[in-house]
Structures are given as structure tokens and as C-alpha cells.
């Protein structure tokens, strides 16, 4: 299975800092990578897929680079509404397999 | 507008049985692989099961086969997710989901608001 290591796990930030979570993974996944926003309670919604793609309707602060093994999630000004936790997801091969979460605190 | 609906989830005993339906709407249904994601009181999210859109080809998690079973209806428009001997360990929310294809990757989107399967007795 393909290890997916996220990190940090917590950030505490402020509005208007820029925030960068990495993932990597245990092996090349190419570009098969997405990231996902979740809020308490919510479901988790798409933000960024095949590791650089913005998902319709996501706004441009967010940003996704990377390919292999190591990528990155780029928020470039951090608004009230991102604090949330990100999760990466590999796709390259099942089981599709996530990290383990960034939680984004004030 | 595209939304999927969970239902069937509850409170069951271990040891038991429970069936999860996922209702689609707003897409054509039989045009997508559909999937299953699960995730644990204040845990992770984990990749349960994938079907293709005919139900020719079905991909789970290793840990849960044997247990689970996913299977769809096109003429109904909905996706299913058999549990049997259930554990505690597998308490959690559970989410549906349609996979996109494109760039030579696949993904998540949208997801279903989930529906919370606990096991206890």
C-alpha cells in the first residue's frame, strides 16, 4: 500500500498568512494526487485534483504543486472560512489511501 | 444540481448487519464509478470501496472484504454498501461519492453529507 505522511498535523495561523501543508508518498504516484477541505460536521469538498488542477469554484488563493513523491498545498492568503483540516489523496493505485490530516487553526 | 444522499445508517449491535443506500441525482449515474469513504469519531477519512459503472469491477479495501460488499442500481440511481459482522472499529460516518477521470488521475466529487453507522451493544 502507498503510505501517505502529511504534515504538519496542526498549524496555527492568521488571516493573511500564507500556508503550505506537504504530503509525500511512499512511492512515485506521478501526478495522481488531491486535496480535500473539511469542516466540523461537513463533508469533505474537493479543492485541488491530479496535483495542480483548482477545482471549479475554488478560489485562487488555494494552489497544488508536486509531482512523484512530494507535494504541496499552497493557501496564499489565508481567509477566516479555510480554517478547516486538509487531507491529501493518492489515487495512483488502490487502495486509495489519505493522509492523515493538517488541521489549520487561528 | 449534483447531490448524492445517504441513508441507512443507525445504531446496530455487534455482530449485525446493516445496508447503506446512496441516492444520485442531478448526473447521469450510469456514466460514474462510484466509491465509499469512511471516517471514525474524530479520526481520518478511509477509501472503503470503488464500483465501475456497470458493477463489472468492484476494488475495496483489504481490511473490510469479505464483510463488505458495494453494489449499484443504475435504473434507480443508487449505490449500496452491504455490512455484515459488524465490529465496533467500524463505527463511523460514512460517505459516498463519484469519482471523476481526467489527466490521467481520478477523484472525489462530489461528496454525500454521510450517514453515521455506530456498533455497540
Known amino acids: 500500500d502507498i503510505q501517505m505522511t502529511q504534515s504538519p498535523s496542526s498549524l496555527s495561523a492568521s488571516v493573511g498568512d500564507r500556508v503550505t501543508i506537504t504530503c509525500r508518498a511512499s512511492?512515485?504516484?506521478?501526478?495522481?494526487l488531491n486535496w480535500y477541505q473539511q469542516k466540523p460536521g461537513q463533508a469533505p469538498k474537493l479543492l485541488i485534483y491530479a496535483a495542480s488542477s483548482l477545482q471549479s469554484g475554488v478560489p485562487s488563493r488555494f494552489s497544488g504543486s508536486g509531482s512523484g513523491t512530494d507535494f504541496t498545498l499552497t493557501i496564499s492568503s489565508l481567509q477566516p472560512e479555510d480554517f478547516a483540516t486538509y487531507y491529501c489523496?493518492?489515487?495512483?493505485?488502490?487502495?486509495?489511501?489519505f493522509g492523515r490530516g493538517t488541521k489549520v487553526e487561528i | 444540481e449534483v447531490q448524492l444522499v445517504e441513508s441507512g445508517g443507525g445504531l446496530v449491535q455487534p455482530g449485525g448487519s446493516l445496508r447503506l443506500s446512496c441516492a444520485a441525482s442531478?448526473?447521469?449515474?450510469?456514466?460514474?464509478?462510484m466509491g465509499w469513504v469512511r471516517q471514525a469519531p474524530g479520526k481520518g477519512l478511509e477509501w472503503v470501496a470503488n464500483?465501475?459503472?456497470?458493477?463489472?469491477?468492484?476494488k475495496f479495501v483489504d481490511s473490510l472484504k469479505g464483510r463488505f460488499t458495494i453494489s449499484r442500481d443504475n435504473a434507480k440511481n443508487s449505490l449500496y454498501l452491504q455490512m455484515n459482522s459488524l465490529r465496533a472499529e467500524d463505527t463511523a460516518v460514512y460517505y459516498c461519492?463519484?469519482?471523476?477521470?481526467?489527466?490521467?488521475?481520478?477523484?472525489?466529487?462530489?461528496w454525500g453529507q454521510g450517514t453515521l453507522v455506530a456498533v455497540s451493544s
Open positions: 461519492a463519484r469519482i471523476q477521470y481526467g489527466s490521467g488521475s481520478f477523484w472525489f466529487d462530489p
Open positions: 464500483i465501475k459503472q456497470d458493477g463489472s469491477e468492484k
Open positions: 512511492q512515485s504516484i506521478r501526478s495522481s
Open positions: 489523496q493518492q489515487t495512483y493505485s488502490t487502495p486509495w489511501t
Open positions: 442531478g448526473f447521469t449515474f450510469s456514466n460514474y464509478w
